[in-house]
């Protein structure tokens, strides 16, 4: 089996500061995902990347940039964090992005901001 | 684009008894199905898909029922016990050459002794 290990686990941070969220997977995944969690709102799909150096904008993916710098790697910009924001980040990977993969998750980032 | 309702939103039972968690989405070209167990603090863990048109899956202490023709979903635990509290979503995908996700808003799941 493989695992997928998003850092930081929490990350505080100041109004309109740029924050940075990593996200590592060893399935040898060739699609990473980057999800938006908010309470009550299931999840939503901020950028998702089928092979290194991919980009692809998700429904969710304004004030936010990604960079997959190599396969195992994808990481998540928020450009200008918003005052009293609250949420949790989640990565996940898939074998591909085509019909009938399934998507496996990392354990989250939990974002607040002051 | 697909829409996924999920309900109840917050559901409380006591140990032994069933507990019931329903989807129904609006796009008739949806084809895989996913429900996802989140205990606080961790990950999302996959507890079953399914994709035939009508179909009743089994795990261990619970079952999913698909109907395509009334485009639900749902996710049925025989005999809750206070280890399956967590938070559950349930996952349609649609896209005919990528998979898009289109998850539910959950359901947190209290399970009393």
């Known amino acids: 089996g493989g695992i997928i290990t998003q850092t930081p686990k929490f990350l505080i941070g100041q109004e309109g500061q740029k924050l940075t969220l990593k996200c590592q997977q060893n399935f040898n995944h060739d699609t990473m995902y980057w999800y938006r969690q908010d309470s009550g709102k299931g999840l939503r799909l901020i950028y998702y990347?089928?092979?290194?150096?991919?980009?692809q904008k998700g429904d969710l993916s304004e004030g936010y940039d990604a960079s997959r710098e190599k396969k195992s790697s994808f990481s998540l910009t928020v450009t200008s964090a918003q005052k009293n924001e609250m949420a949790v980040f989640l990565c996940?990977?898939?074998?591909?992005?085509?019909?009938?993969?399934?998507?496996?998750f990392g354990a989250g980032t939990r974002l607040s901001v002051l | 684009g697909e829409q996924v309702e999920q309900r109840p939103p917050h559901l409380s039972v006591r140990e032994g008894d069933s507990a019931v968690i329903t989807c129904t989405y609006t796009?008739?070209?949806?084809?895989?199905f996913f429900w996802y167990k989140q205990e606080p603090g961790a990950s999302l863990q996959l507890l079953m898909k399914?994709?035939?048109?009508?179909e009743i899956n089994e795990g261990q202490g619970f079952t999913v029922l698909l109907n395509k023709k009334d485009k639900r979903l749902s996710l049925n635990l025989t005999a809750a016990h206070p280890g399956d509290s967590a938070a559950y979503f349930c996952a349609v995908m649609t896209g005919a050459n990528t998979g898009k996700l289109t998850f539910g808003h959950g359901t947190i799941l209290r399970v009393h002794p």
């Open positions: 996940a990977s898939s074998i591909s992005s085509r019909r009938q993969n399934t998507l496996y």
């Open positions: 796009d008739p070209n949806s084809y895989y």
């Open positions: 990347s089928i092979t290194e150096n991919d980009l």
């Open positions: 399914v994709f035939s048109s009508t």
